[in-house]
């Protein structure tokens, strides 16, 4: 099982280039941040007028001063419904914004799954990037509904004290002043500590969430080899090692809310007692002096929540690392000038000197080769040597290290990933088929109606199985074809590429996993689709590479021999041997 993995420090300029970004997600909806913002303050402003009055009555009825109850009483009720309709009002706005720039942001790694059909060439797994679309991205929320809203409210809120404050008693705006960098010093004090129980934190709940995804996907796997409890077990020791970690991080929180709450508190203390001074000088009225007093602590409740935040925040520019990292990456891939559009009939793939690798590690060298539509062209070799490497290229979900792929005569590096996909079609026994009827299945590559799709398989002779079944072509597959038999749900997956007509077809170890008998009908859907098409045939079955027009065999050394298969089988000793051997072992299997 995987280490948790100690995530990389991020810089002060990249923090800084991190959080600019992720308000610029924002968009227009800056407007109703303000706006949330504006209203919050008037709100604040019904607050503080309610103080003033508040203080004015208790001075009056201190000082036993005439006073009318009533007049306070409805002024009071007045400000009241006056702040409650504010909040109401600013509700509307409230959320707005985070709300857009999280769906923008999940939209964009949305286009990017799919765009890249769940394909990318660096470190990242596919687990890491579910984890952040579905749960990171959420998390986000802090950021752009609670730290930009409370930074804005701390600017607005504590200006307007600071002015009433300079007005009426010009000493406590002084010490206020005075107090205030000690809130961001006792922050700047913990940053340390409060980075590396963040980094645990992060680290351990990527670790958690993976470990979840590829345990829920491999859970058959698990039962079936009887090791469910030990992987539980194992589980269980990875949330604990994430709930270890979020109680150290809220105990943490808790700590340093309330090293700001004490600077708060000698602030408003210190600040009283310099007005009671003032006050029995005769300097300060009782009425200023209450209201400073109701006032004071207003000053730093927000400049202690924006405190609080920045301790979320930095959890906030970790996950904002992630995502720009990510689709940065993804862009880098993508930036190509991508302004050509492939033409309507594709005739031939040109591969040209092409070579791939994984980092360091090189998959595929030096291939050349002319691929034609009407042709099977096979693509054989030992396992690992890079077949469905090529398919990939072929599709440009990875992009060559070295030379071209032309599409005709258009060099696929300069047109769009999803024009490129939309000319191929990937065909392997791991498509997938629906949990409807056979027909509904083959209508995903077809406007066919019932009848003419009948007609036409009649025609072509194909899914003669179809007639046997009570239900005929209404028959359910079942999930992912369970139902059928391996060949059937074969036979189904060949037609449905058929019926969607693309100028480009690869078919990845379609004949694999099922008889000999339909091994050969399965080659004939491969060889009925080539007649229109460019067919590429990526299989272990040497009996059918054979069959095939032409075919690129790479050796253990990944060196590549291209022609005939008869030619090849003669001057390649390697293939040569690969086809014996297999034809003795089918000899054997059928003796
Ligand atoms: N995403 C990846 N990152 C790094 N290496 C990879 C990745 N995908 C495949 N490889 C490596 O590239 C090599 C070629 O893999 P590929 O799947 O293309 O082989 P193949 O010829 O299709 O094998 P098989 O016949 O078993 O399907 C293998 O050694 C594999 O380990």
Redesign the pocket.
Known sequence: MEQTKKPEKISRSRRKALLKRLKAEIGIYQRDLYLAAFLGWLQFLTRIASFYLIAQIIAQLFLEKKINIGVFFWQLVILSVFGFGVALLARKYQGTASQYARNNLKQRFFEVFQKHSGEFEHKTSVADILTIASQGIDTLDTYFNRYLTSSLRTYFNCATVLVIVAIIFPLGGLIFLICLPFIPISIVFMQKRSRKIMQHYWATYMDVGNLFIDDLKGMNTLYTYNVDEKYAKSFVKKAEQFRLSTMELLKFQLQSVGYMDGVMYIGVGVSGFFAVLALAHGQLSLASLLFFVLIAAEFFAPIRESGYGMHLVMMNTRMADRIYSFLDSVDEIDKEVKTENLEDDIKQIELKNLSFS?DN?E?LKKITVKIKKGNIFAIA?E???????LAKLIQKQLKPTEGEILFNTQDIAKVDVQMVQQKVLYVSPDSYLFNTSIYENLTLGTTKNKKELLDWLKEKNLLAFVDKLPEGIDTRVGENGKLLSPGQRQQIICARALLAQRSIYIFD?MTSSVDSETEQILFDYIKLTAENAIVVFIS?KMRQVIQADEVLFINKKRENTVGQPQKVLESVSEFKQLVETQNRLEAILHE
């Open positions: 994984y590690n998959i070799g396992s690992g040597l890079g077949k469905t490497t170890e272990h």
